[in-house]
C-alpha cells in the first residue's frame, strides 16, 4: 500500500519563479528610484520642487513603516488576518 502523499515540486518551482520574478522587479525599480534620488539631489541646476518631489518618492517608498503582525498576516503565518 502506497502512502498518500502529493508531489507538489511543480507547483513549488513555478511559486518561486513566480516570487523571484516580483522580487527582481521591484529591486529593479528601487534601484531606478534611488538613481533618480542621486541624479536630483547631484545636478544644481535641478529645481528645489523637482529635489523635495524625488526626497518625498524615497521616503514613501523606502521609509514607511510596516508591522510585524501585518507582514506575517499577508505571508500567511496566521489563519486569520490581525485587527
Not at 534620488?37 to 518625498?56: G, V
Not at 508591522?67 to 506575517?72: G, R
Request: aromatic share 16%; charged share 20%; hydrophobic share 40%.
Amino acid at each position: 500500500m502506497k502512502p498518500f502523499l502529493e508531489n507538489e515540486q511543480d507547483y513549488l518551482a513555478a511559486q518561486f519563479h513566480i516570487n523571484d520574478s516580483h522580487i527582481v522587479q521591484a529591486s529593479h525599480l528601487a534601484f531606478l528610484k534611488i538613481q533618480s534620488w542621486k541624479f536630483a539631489m547631484n545636478t544644481p541646476t535641478i529645481s528645489k520642487r523637482y529635489r523635495d518631489e524625488a526626497e518625498a518618492l524615497i521616503r514613501q517608498s523606502f521609509c514607511s513603516y510596516v508591522p510585524n503582525s501585518y507582514i506575517l498576516s499577508e505571508e500567511g503565518y496566521y489563519f486569520a488576518p490581525l485587527n
